[in-house]
């Protein structure tokens, strides 16, 4: 990956945080270093400048001699390292040194050369500092997880090499990897530790999880449309183009394509008394389309945040002034964070709706109860809906927004903040739960689908001639993807491990790839 040529794209640099090799355009150098001289001279000036020669925060009135920067900003790091908690992902850290180095090559940060060579060195051998999860409220930068990734490049702190779980001393780490430690110059301990890039690092995952799960949950929609054989009447075209809303459009063109061709669809029309589907089958569009347009604006908010400068004070190259300010608030990336979580939960809700419909023998169309073939002495499906059920609340508590919680810290210097880490962090096991739901929604539709080609709820004209009876071609290659890891459910048998493939085959985007069309969120990072 090529950083600073341009905007990044979420893809690229979520590649290069999975190991893809980052290096730098060469053409952003000579404003990087333009910006790190302007600070150099202001340090040695008389003038106060905040972060330069200043004290930090509550502090800022404080003057530092020229012959204490060094110390100022070795201090800053090691006091601002009060994160607690586990260990961040080693690609989350990356993401967040990926981001990191996106910011500093705008060169308005101050920097050096030298500083921003070593974060892409650590990148390079896969060194990857001890970042504890706790510790930020999105406000003057995410300083604590920031200061825990700076420190290990004055060789404090500690790390890894990725992939290892030997924790050594950030300076046995940096030599181990032939890297040196820096000594930081005038405000680059600042720049390293103000910024946004730890919540957004977190949020950029939880949104391609988030968008991965919305395409799968529309594929595990279209089966237990089919599974439960409901119609396909609220589908059509003409509905959604007099609403006009663009992700309910999508989402029912969609699910028509996915259901052309099925066998099934048809073959319970001589004999349906409903007039209407449950919702949880019936507005799948309107809830579907609704969460795609949510998850677009919030990828917008975070493509904006992933290339911005969000540190301080600022330097303006074209002036030589140092400018104060507040790109450090979190505020749009907690907004994101919170989008996010609201549409998981949505997914999640809708989702679980449709298990239970399936599983009831009150409304699944003549499926037997908890879609075991033998209930009574098998329990089948039961308890994977409370599961469901069970993963859904936890969702639902969880996704209550995090930004319009506030804590003053920092003396009320820091009197207003984002709480973007916390609704970033979340996003995690929000979608691992999702998985799972939609996961199990694979279950039991494929389940479905298979009793009704036993002929459970059909006439006796199509009972007859089940041979034929198969959903769309799409769905039929899902079914057999998850049929060579999951068979049918004949008898009960332990089903955590059942769900636990389901999950990760949902996870992986395995399921979108299996029906091999083109996502409904074209933008390359699936």
């Not at 389940?447 to 002929?455: A, M």
């Not at 068979?487 to 389901?502: N, Q, S």
């Amino acid at each position: 990956m090529l950083i600073g040529a341009g905007p990044s794209t979420l893809h690229e640099l979520v590649r290069a945080a999975r190991g893809e090799s980052v290096s730098i355009d060469v053409a952003v150098w000579p404003r990087v270093e333009a910006a790190a001289r302007i600070v150099e001279t202001l340090a040695a000036g008389d003038a106060g400048v905040y972060g330069v020669n200043t004290g930090f925060g509550k502090l800022a009135s404080t003057r530092i001699a020229p012959s204490g920067t060094a110390r100022l900003q070795g201090n800053l790091i090691l006091s601002h390292c009060c994160g607690v908690g586990a260990a961040t992902p080693d690609h989350i850290v990356r993401l967040m040194m990926v981001l990191k180095v996106a910011s500093l090559v705008k060169g308005a940060s101050g920097v050096r050369r030298d500083v921003i060579e070593l974060i892409t060195g650590m990148l390079e051998k896969s060194v990857v500092p001890e970042v504890p999860v706790q510790g930020s409220v999105g406000a003057s930068g995410d300083l604590a997880p920031l200061a825990h990734m700076a420190a290990v490049m004055i060789g404090e702190g500690r790390g890894r090499f990725s992939g290892s779980l030997e924790v050594l001393p950030g300076r046995e780490l940096l030599a181990a990897a032939g890297l040196e430690p820096v000594v930081l110059a005038a405000k680059e301990g600042l720049a390293l530790i103000n910024g946004t890039q730890f919540s957004t690092a977190y949020a950029i995952a939880g949104l391609l999880a988030a968008e991965r799960l919305a395409e799968t949950a529309v594929i595990t929609g279209a089966m237990s449309v089919d599974a439960g054989m409901a119609s396909t009447v609220p589908f059509r075209p003409e509905i959604h183009a007099l609403r006009g809303q663009v992700g309910q459009i999508e989402v029912a063109r969609r699910l028509m394509s996915l259901l052309d061709g099925s066998a099934i669809r048809y073959a319970h029309l001589d004999n349906d008394e409903r007039v209407q589907d449950p919702y949880c089958l019936r507005c799948q569009p309107q809830v579907m389309g609704a969460v795609f347009d949510l998850l677009a604006a919030a990828r917008r908010t975070l493509e904006i945040e992933a290339n911005a400068v969000t540190d301080n004070p600022l330097v303006i190259v074209e002036t030589g002034e140092v400018l104060s300010g507040g790109n450090f608030h979190g505020e749009p990336v907690a907004f994101a964070a919170d989008q996010i979580a609201i549409a998981v939960s949505e997914i999640g809700a809708i989702t679980e709706r449709r298990i239970a419909t399936l599983v009831d023998p009150a409304l699944n169309f003549g499926l037997p109860a908890f879609l075991s073939p033998h209930p009574g002495i098998n329990s089948g499906f039961m308890i994977a809906e409370v599961t469901a059920a069970a993963l859904y609340a936890e969702n639902k508590q969880r996704a209550m927004p995090c930004s319009i919680d506030s804590t003053p810290t920092s003396a009320n210097q820091e009197d207003h903040v984002s709480m973007a880490a916390h609704g970033s962090r979340r996003l995690i096991e929000m979608t691992d739960n999702l998985a799972r739901i939609v996961g199990i929604e694979l279950l039991v539709a494929a389940q479905g689908i298979d009793l009704r080609k036993l002929g459970f709820g059909l006439t006796k004209l199509h009972a007859e001639t089940t041979d034929a009876l198969t959903t769309s071609a799409p769905l039929e290659r899902v079914m057999a993807r998850l049929r060579r890891d999951v068979p049918m459910l004949e008898d009960d048998r332990f089903l955590a491990g059942d769900i636990e493939m389901a999950a990760q085959f949902v996870a992986s985007g395995g399921v979108v790839e299996a029906i091999g069309a083109v996502p409904l969120i074209r933008n390359g990072d699936h």
